[in-house]
């Protein structure tokens, strides 16, 4: 049967489902699909479970804290209250009833079932065919990637679907790869009790970060009992007898659970890629600043290639539904000033690029730094970690921050400011920054540039 609507949204993650919502409140006939469940990865498998754990180790953290400031407290880790929490209030036992309710609401037309492009503008699923007057939004996410290590195939392996709807916390877990969602995970389970061994291929935690957050973040999950290796060749992973064996160059490491945390790959199976010119092999779909991916057709999400957060997801949205109704001041994408932020303890908060990225790209560079631990409140605190700042010497603006703190992802945002609207570093140095907060650290690093 074939049926016409004015666009059809492929995918509903965050993005998608905003996507969908906000073109039907504008009048259009809209249809949104989804195979799994609407609101995608974030609200079911990542940000929102991963974070309530997160909180709740935190809570557990901060009460072993007493002992050095206030006196004694008894703590017995439960997991099952997280557990709960997340199966209750996160996801609804995983159910997404509220979420398709809210959408049909809203007036989208919501079809569940995998959907396949067959040509331009129109899509196919479950024998049903929608040809879009206006075009296609695609919005399939990513799924979790494995590494392709001998024998880890035929592991009962985890990922970030099955970890999250973990009802107890392991006695001990390996985690495979020592990125945002290695280490936010690997620090909270450790923090219910979980021994855990991080295997990252890299030389340090947090890659792409500035390379003393890394270096400091490891150096924080060692002195918490968290083992973690670095520079790691993994040879092959067996499973027997409820344990799993991870076998590298020079030992070999064994735990209850293996976490599979070693990237993402793009939902391109089966989409159809192919009919309109794009290729189903490549890692992300090319888009301008639009989001236009071709005629009539729109990407938006983890798939556009220029980050992988939910926040980048619905800000690609609002462009990609200004572009479709065609409004006279449509904003296009501009990502000089991405905002991204690992919870981890301290956080780590970055924004715009780091120091090599500037270098790299051929600037003249200030760099200043300074250390969380001289700042007055951060000292208070017993607090880890630094600000640092990027300047384009040139024109006197910052380009790029970070922000590694017990509240470093809510420091950062008076630095994405800055670097968004390109504050002249002057003006920053004029500001008064409220004593004793976290903030004044980076004023400190703001006066290190002229060091
Ligand atoms: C553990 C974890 C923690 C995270 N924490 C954070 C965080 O703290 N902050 C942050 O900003 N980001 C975080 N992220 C990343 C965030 O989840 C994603 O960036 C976000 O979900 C945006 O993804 P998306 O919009 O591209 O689509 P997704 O959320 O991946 O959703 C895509 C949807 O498309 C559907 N789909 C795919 N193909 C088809 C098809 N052919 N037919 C029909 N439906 C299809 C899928 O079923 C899915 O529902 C985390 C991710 C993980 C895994
Ligand atoms: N707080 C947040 O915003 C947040 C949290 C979690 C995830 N995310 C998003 O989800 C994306 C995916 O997260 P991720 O951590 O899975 O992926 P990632 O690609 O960011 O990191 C994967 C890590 O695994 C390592 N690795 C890969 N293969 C390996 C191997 N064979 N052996 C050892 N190590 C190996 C890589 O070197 C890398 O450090 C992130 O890039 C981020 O955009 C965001």
Known sequence: MTTTCDVVVVGLGPGGEATATQLAGAGLDVVGIDERLVGGECPYYGCIPSKMIIRAADALAEAGRVPDLAGTVEVRPDFAVVARRISEEATDGWDDQVAVDRLVDAGVRFVRGHARLSGPRTVEVGGEVFEARRGVVLNPGTSPSAPPVDGLADTPYWTNREVLRAESAPASMVVIGGG???????????????????????????????????????????????????????????????????????????AEKLLVAAGRRPNFDDLGLETVGLDPAAH????????????????????????????????????CVADVLAQDDAPRADYRAVPHVTFTDPEVGGVGMTEQQARDA??????????????????????????????????????????????????????????????????????????????????????????
């Open 180 to 254: 945002p969602i290695g280490a936010e995970l690997a620090q909270a389970f450790s923090r219910f009790g979980t021994r855990i061994t991080v295997l990252e291929r890299g030389p340090r935690l947090l890659g792409p970060e500035e390379p003393e957050t890394g270096d400091l973040l490891g150096s924080v999950f060692a002195a918490e009992g968290i083992q973690v290796l670095t520079d790691v060749d993994i040879q092959q992973v067996s499973y027997a007898e409820g344990r799993f064996s991870v076998r590298l160059a020079d030992q070999t490491v064994e």
């Open 284 to 319: 992300s779909i090319e888009v301008d600043d639009r989001m236009r991916a071709g005629e009539g057709l729109w990407a938006i999400g983890d798939v556009a290639g220029h980050g992988a957060w939910t926040h980048l997801s619905m800000y690609q949205s609002a462009i």
């Open 362 to 451: 051929g600037l003249r560079v200030r760099v200043g730094t300074q250390d969380m631990a001289a700042n007055s409140r951060g000292w208070i605190n017993r607090a880890q970690g630094l600000v640092k700042v990027v300047e384009d010497a040139d024109r006197g603006v910052l380009v790029g921050a970070t922000v590694m703190g017990p509240t470093g992802g809510d420091v950062l945002g008076m630095l994405t400011t800055a670097v968004h609207a390109e504050i002249p570093t002057a003006t920053l140095r004029s500001m008064i920054y409220a004593y004793p907060t976290m903030h004044r650290a980076v004023e400190e690093a703001l006066k290190d540039l002229d060091a």
